[in-house]
């Protein structure tokens, strides 16, 4: 693909500066463009070597003209990049069928299937009875859809995901290779020396505008839902159990687990590795640090890290104590020797 520079600024609803007829031919990182290339400057340091890049053109934020180079000048230089890596690099659609409906005939479909226009559904997908799916949606392979699920319109489904009976699916959701969607709720009542299965009899439900990465477990609740709200992004090896409730717009990062009953706010920012433990809150626009450990609930606007999770400026100076810990132990003892040499000196040995 080739495309003008003011194409281009048309595209990302941007003005530009320089060559307007200037012709791009891809995308780069700013240190390896060429001069058909775009690219862009979204910090000071990037702004300032702006020159030296090789790059035909480079997108660049709002307030900032003071370059030689064709600039493309936008509110969000990141996300209007990405909008272009898709018009260079659109995404593609595999065509796993010969036939007009785009099933393949080695899928494996029930009974009171109700499918839309334009599906993809690969060799060995399975799904059960009375499922609905929407518009758009492709199913790669061995790809499993429950008994009663509901998928809504341009939804991707990648290798090895299984969605098992009764859970909801929104509009444009994906779901990276691996992640199971509705397995059972870690739930067991103590009976003497064993443990009785509670049954999971809820769904696990999940809007529009979700991604799911690859090799997610998120159980079904035990009554009602397990709630993934609109707009929420998971990395890989995230675990979600029963009746959690994940708000809008939420980050959830990789290696994340989160116990049974949590509810978390809008905007929230789950570090790597952090754990989450059962029935608590985690409020709007929180930060958790990476490996943190949340045993208790944080409120909104909170930044927290360490085990047990404390407000992050506090943990930051723990941090600083903690080497010097062995050598104010030291330092203690000796003081403590002392005192007790100067009290026996006082009392006389009594």
Known sequence: MK?????????????????SEKIIAGIAPFNEASSDHITFADNKKLLKKIDETNAGAV??????????KNIVIVDNPRVAFAK?????????RPNYSNSTDGICSNAYIGNNFVCGENVSIAPFVVIGNNVVLGNNVILHPNAVIGDDVVIGDDVSIYPNVTVLERCRIGNRVIIHAGSVIGSDGYGFA???DKYYKIPQTG?????DDVEIGACNTIDRATFGKTWIRQGVKTDNLVQ?????TVGENTLLVAQVAIAGSVVIGKHATIAGQAGISGH???GDNVTVGPTAGVAKSVPDNQIVSGTPAMPHKLWLRVQRVMPMLPELSKKIS??????????NETTGGR
């Open 280 to 282: 608590i809150t985690v």
């Open 59 to 68: 997108i660049v934020p709002s307030g900032f003209e003071e370059s030689s």
């Open 203 to 207: 769904i696990v439900q999940i809007d």
């Open 334 to 343: 000796e003081i403590e020797k002392k005192l007790n040499e100067i009290e």
């Open 3 to 19: 495309i003008s520079l003011k194409k281009i600024a048309e595209f990302v609803g941007g003005r530009f500066k320089g060559n």
């Open 84 to 92: 272009i890596m898709e018009l260079f690099h659109p995404p593609s």
């Open 240 to 244: 979600i159990a029963h009746n959690v």
């Open 190 to 192: 103590p009976d003497g």
